[in-house]
């Protein structure tokens, strides 16, 4: 168990729609971050929230937004979905956002949209 | 350009044979990080190993070990007499200073038969 907790673990939605997903970092750090792992385009990096503020963005689309709260919980907003972000997302926290941090996942969402 | 190429995409061994996974990455940093990270088949991410880029001291965790070679631009992760619950999906992932990112591999997926 990484310490990071992700809910809900399964998500299943119709197109169109707009679904939340939530992150709750280890117990300490301070970063967030996002990842989405689909079949043709692997891991890839969607957004860095380090306190509460953005730090880095990645290959996320702009239907996607993300926030981090003052209580370091992080939620990731994905709306007019479409069959192809079907995917499973992570979240990983660290202590302070720097390189030099390990990245500790969450057991992630696995989102299907039909 | 892909930064790490894990280029072995299935390996399929028998319990306690040794597992070599290959990991060569691309980067213009000087100081860079390493880490590995294993997928179950229950799907979420798990931290293995990390390696700094001005540390080129091989060590061995247990059943693990792994070989950074900085002038092949490689690092190779090693599970030693293997097991079945090794069985999983080994990503090989990148952090530079420059980005706030872990940059993945595509992955390695891991049989061992009993």
């Known amino acids: 168990d990484s310490g990071v907790t992700q809910t809900p673990k399964h998500l299943i939605t119709a197109t169109g729609q707009r679904v939340t997903l939530r992150c709750s970092p280890r117990?300490?750090?301070?970063?967030v971050y996002w990842y989405q792992q689909s079949l043709d385009q692997g891991l890839q990096f969607l957004i860095h929230?380090?306190?509460?503020?953005?730090?880095a963005k990645g290959n996320i689309l702009e239907r996607f937004s993300a926030q981090q709260f003052p209580d370091l919980h992080s939620e990731l907003n994905l709306s007019s979905l479409e069959l192809g972000d079907s995917a499973l997302y992570f979240c990983a926290s660290s202590v302070s956002g720097r390189s030099t941090d390990t990245q500790y996942f969450g057991p992630g969402t696995r989102l299907t949209v039909l | 350009a892909q930064k790490v190429t894990q280029a072995q995409t299935e390996i399929s061994v028998v319990e306690k044979e040794d597992v070599t996974l290959d990991c060569v990455y691309e980067t213009r940093d000087t100081t860079y990080y390493l880490f590995w990270y294993k997928q179950p088949p229950s799907g979420e991410l798990v931290f293995l190993i990390r390696r700094n880029s001005f540390d080129e001291q091989n060590e061995i965790s247990g059943r693990y070990s792994w070989n950074f070679q900085k002038s092949t631009s490689s690092f190779n992760f090693t599970i030693t007499a293997s097991q079945v619950v090794d069985s999983a999906v080994y990503f090989c992932?990148?952090?530079?200073?420059?980005?706030?990112?872990?940059?993945f591999g595509a992955g390695t997926t891991v049989t061992v038969r009993a």
């Open positions: 929230y380090y306190n509460g503020e953005e730090r």
């Open positions: 117990s300490g750090d301070l970063s």
């Open positions: 992932a990148l952090s530079e200073p420059t980005s706030y990112k872990l940059s």
